[in-house]
């Protein structure tokens, strides 16, 4: 694939995290990363994304003031900060790659890497 994510784990509730998402190959510096987590029988529901040059970032309601997207091209990475984590956190966390704008709809995304599995404890 031609992301890959990775840094997920057990933690307690209030506690934090932070993702990675990594690419494979280029071009990765052109691309928007989103952030997917996936619990069991549900969807892929969007939590953040940001665009190539790290100046826009978007997030959903439910993650604002306590997630942080953040990129850093020369590494190829781009991180998910995640603070004050909550039991209804967890879920597996799938990051993927789109060009042009920044995204909600996972459905505008073209490239996916494998999940990392986030599990917070009450």
């Known amino acids: 694939g031609q992301v890959v994510g990775s840094g997920g784990g057990l933690v307690q509730a209030g506690g934090s995290l932070r993702l990675s998402c990594a690419a494979s190959?280029?071009?990765?510096?052109?691309?928007?990363i989103g952030w997917f987590p996936q619990t069991p029988g549900q969807g892929r529901e969007f939590v953040a994304a940001?665009?190539?040059?790290?100046?826009?970032?978007i997030y959903a309601d439910s993650v604002k003031s306590r997630f942080t997207i953040s990129r850093a091209n020369a590494q190829n990475t781009v991180y998910l900060q995640m603070n004050s984590l909550k039991p209804e956190d967890t879920a597996v966390y799938y990051c993927?790659?789109?060009?042009?704008?920044?995204?909600?709809?996972?459905?505008?995304?073209?490239?996916w890497g494998q999940g990392t599995q986030v599990t917070v404890s009450s």
């Open positions: 993927a790659a789109r060009r042009g704008i920044v995204a909600d709809s996972r459905g505008e995304y073209n490239y």
């Open positions: 190959r280029r071009p990765f510096s052109s691309s928007v």
């Open positions: 940001i665009n190539w040059s790290g100046s826009s970032t």
